[in-house]
């Protein structure tokens, strides 16, 4: 087990779970339940048939050095997204996700449709299909992440297939806490940090593409893989000094827009008064 | 071109970032293939690090300032 990509698949997969739990339990609340976890089913049963053959299929025949340099800087490319979007929010720029908003609007449009009892058990084309496309697509991304992750961690190819299992698991644990969570308390999971995860991840992400971009190229990383806590240091370092300037920078143009408001105003003061 | 769009948007949805890491591991392979650049081999895990760092400085830069905010 390793569980470094454990840990990283857990956390980017619980994000993603969250997101989507959220649309399966509108269509279950709305729908029905049926076609909710049909659908749910569905996608997760797609994702697995995804990260099963593309894993395998990747670990038999791509080279290591060559996987690497391509995961790393796939890694790279995914890491720096989520960073800077958990940045932004973190410094205002963005605003936070919000389920229970999410969860409302959804609902609403369902109910716009006509589809507002959830006692008639009869398949729902339209419910299911909603369900399967929201998992589908927030679990694409976990399914990447626990790919990559999975095969990049491995030095040799028996375990580069431990890599993605341990990965995969991690995924399992994360999909089945959301799961178990959601159907004790049956509404949107609004007080899960989605942002702090968001952020964590995408430092891993970042620190973990850095290396292995790295080593593809043939970097000799000092101290080896302890190097690793290093670059995660160095990257927190500077997205923490970001995100204080950052909210500076909103700040100052928060006051700007202010002064500019409020300017024509003392104006119009001074000539009424002389 | 959707599908296209639709991976690009997957992957990283930013067009700083994409450039920043592309041009970074374009002068990463330059460096490990070109033999009269081999001196400069042993800067070339601060010079991705820098890179990331300046991508990502960058991209947040524009968010930043962009007079549609």
């Known amino acids: ?274 | 071109m959707k599908i296209i769009k639709a991976i690009y948007n997957f992957i990283v949805g930013d067009m700083i970032i994409l450039i920043g890491v592309a041009l970074a591991v374009a002068v990463l392979a330059l460096v490990n293939n070109v033999s009269a650049l081999a001196p400069l081999r042993g800067f070339s895990g601060p010079f991705l690090i820098i890179a990331v760092l300046s991508s990502l400085v960058a991209t947040l830069s524009r968010e930043a300032f962009s007079p549609n905010r």
């Open chain 1, 1 to 274: 087990m390793q569980w470094v990509v454990a840990t990283a698949a857990f956390l980017a997969s619980a994000v993603e779970f969250v997101e989507a739990f959220t649309i399966v339990l509108v269509v279950g609340v709305t729908v029905n339940w049926r076609s909710a976890l049909l659908g749910a089913l569905a996608a997760a049963a797609t994702l697995a048939l995804l990260v099963a053959t593309l894993g395998t299929a990747i670990v038999q025949w791509v080279p290591l050095d060559v996987l690497r340099t391509v995961i790393g800087t796939l890694l790279l490319l995914f890491g720096l997204k989520w960073l800077k979007n958990a940045i932004m929010r973190y410094a205002g720029l963005k605003a936070r996700h919000d389920e229970e908003a999410i969860y409302e609007e959804t609902r609403a449009q369902l109910r716009a449709r006509g589809a507002v009892d959830a006692s008639a058990s009869r398949f729902d084309l339209f419910g299911f299909l909603l369900s399967y496309k929201s998992v589908l697509l927030e679990g694409l991304e976990v399914a990447f992440i626990v790919i990559t992750f999975g095969l990049s961690a491995a030095t040799s190819t028996v375990s580069r297939s431990s890599g993605i299992a341990s990965a995969a698991l991690g995924a399992l644990a994360a999909g089945l806490l959301v799961i178990l969570v959601g159907a004790l308390v049956r509404v949107p999971l609004a007080k899960v940090p989605e942002n702090t995860l968001k952020f964590v991840v995408g430092i891993m992400l970042t620190t973990f593409g850095t290396f292995w971009t790295g080593e593809g190229f043939g970097v000799a990383w000092p101290l080896s893989d302890v190097f690793l806590l290093i670059l995660a240091a160095i990257y927190l370092g500077a997205a923490f000094s970001l995100i204080v300037w950052l909210k500076r920078v909103k700040q100052q143009q928060r006051a700007q827009v202010i002064e500019n408001q409020s300017a024509p105003t003392t104006v119009q003061t001074q000539e009424v008064n002389p």
